[in-house]
């Protein structure tokens, strides 16, 4: 059974400053997904990460993937307030259906002034 | 549609009352999926729909849980005799169905038993 592993769950920051949210996962896959979410929102798609060594970067957001290690980070650059929000990654449980990604439990980060 | 469309956007049952959600995927996207959340679970798989293939219902919960997609486009998740545990968001997304594509989200059902 796949399993996927954020920490930590709860995240408070202050503005400017940096934190890095992590993804482990238990059984091999080489693909892992990001995704916000506002409260009372959806998810959006942050990135897509598809091989090892993958490296992605938008804005104060860079998200890396090592698939021998099974695990995933998601840097945070000099917070701001709008970054407020649920962060969650997601493993395509490899071998299965596309459609079947397995979620972590969130990382709720508050990004205080 | 511009994005992924659900209703109701809420919708609150009496426990042993069935239940349809809907859902309306972005135009083209050939697949379709639904998933659900609750504080206590978090993001649960529920079923998976790509083109005319047959689903992969592998998260449905129990013989409770069904649904169809008419045309290839629009589906309806029904939920038969609800029960308290059933409540949550009900969450579809839908991609292009091009392998490892981003799901685009649409904004849920909130579904309350009482």
């Known amino acids: 059974e796949l399993k996927v592993e954020q920490n930590p769950l709860f995240l408070s920051m202050q503005e400017g400053k940096n934190y890095t949210i992590y993804c482990n996962y238990s059984?091999?896959?080489?693909?892992l997904y990001w995704y916000r979410q506002d409260p009372g929102k959806s998810l959006e798609s942050l990135f897509v990460l598809l091989s090892n060594g993958a490296v992605k970067q938008e804005g104060r957001l860079m998200a890396s993937l090592d698939t021998k290690a099974r695990l995933s980070t998601l840097h945070i650059t000099a917070a701001v307030h709008d970054l407020s929000a649920t962060y969650f990654c997601a493993v395509d449980y490899y071998g299965g259906s596309q459609g079947n990604l397995i979620f972590g439990k969130g990382t709720k980060l508050s990004v205080k002034p | 549609g511009a994005g992924v469309s659900q209703s109701p956007s809420n919708k609150v049952t009496e426990k042993g009352k069935d239940v349809e959600l809907r859902c309306d995927p972005i135009?083209?996207?050939?697949?379709l999926y639904w998933y659900r959340q609750s504080l206590g679970q978090g993001l649960e798989f529920l079923i998976y729909f790509q083109g005319n293939s047959a689903p992969d219902k592998s998260g449905l919960p129990s013989d409770r849980f069904s649904a169809e997609r008419t045309g290839g486009s629009v589906s309806t998740l029904t939920i038969q005799r609800t029960q308290q545990e059933d409540s949550a968001v009900y969450l579809c997304?839908?991609?292009?169905?091009?392998?490892?594509?981003?799901?685009?989200f649409g904004s849920g059902t909130q579904l309350s038993v009482l």
């Open positions: 135009s083209g996207h050939t697949a």
């Open positions: 059984t091999t896959s080489d693909r």
């Open positions: 997304a839908s991609s292009t169905g091009v392998t490892n594509e981003k799901l685009f």
